[in-house]
């Protein structure tokens, strides 16, 4: 490149650097969901950008996972969207909510590794904010309706749902649980987890 | 200290360098559980030994948070060890070693959030082997008994009572969880996983 970003006019290079990071998420998020070690270098060179450019928009590993995981985040919470899930009893629709966030996990779950590595928990479960307030809304609908217990808070019970379909990535990528009985043991423990004592 | 390390006989360095380990897990352990940021040359200090020592033994704070978490460990195992749970039902034995695992998570949780920072779920997991071990033998019990459900594996269980009593620890960090209502929403949750569908 002949022309020299500091000679474009600002829109132009604002326009580049949104397509830069663009590229860096998508790729970082393709590269990670196959290989949690992938490097930044690699990450760099899948997107078509330089390590500079990369580094000048994430300054390190941890706010590159970070970004990614964010980016991944946002990509799935749209694929839960289902307003079906509103007009079924609440078992049912928890059984379905846990079913497709468990495929986008799944695909993703090496990804969530990758974080898990450099990122605290707790930083983990912020980027989950939004997936989670679908699961928060149905456990107080299934509350209300009488179909779910009320005798532990509804925010632990999310917390639950966050932990086990995290711990079951875990035990699928560790060869613990195999690919095929997943759904199952997840939708039987926070079936039994959400009943009426 | 006017006598080189490289003049004392052998056994001697040896014996300096297993009081300095001894030292610097001790104070690890306790600087660490009162705040998880804690830093190595803090960590030094208290133990009454230098940086260049320190590191000497353990050469990033991820390898000495590692070392200090399986020190932890191996302390709280011993407390947990009691003979008394296997003549109790599974079901009362569960409720009792849960309440003494947190009593001594709950003691060290910001040992356990500073770990989760800088190791890997999995190595983190990998630490608590000798104490899950228990939380195995008494699941396995109480299936063969009849007091708990046989429709999810042993291994899985097992995984839930750790990632159920992490996620406490957790949540009690963050203030989503009252100190005193721990105890009682962890067994009603572990109980109510392992009932008989």
Redesign the interface.
Known sequence: MAKSAARQPVPARRADAERNIAAILEAGTRLLSADPTASVADIAKAAGVGRVTLYGHFPSREALVDAVLDHAVEVADAVLADDSLDTVPAPEAMARLLRSSWEVLDRHRRLF?AA??V????RI?EHHERPLRRVERLIVRGQRAGEF?T???P??LV??F???I??AA??RE?G??APEEVEQ?LT??ML??L?R?
């Open positions: 590794l898990d590595r990122l605290a928990t707790e479960r217990r005798d532990l808070p925010g632990w917390t639950t966050f932990s086990i995290h711990s875990q035990e560790a613990r649980l043991v039987k423990t039994s987890l009943a004592p």
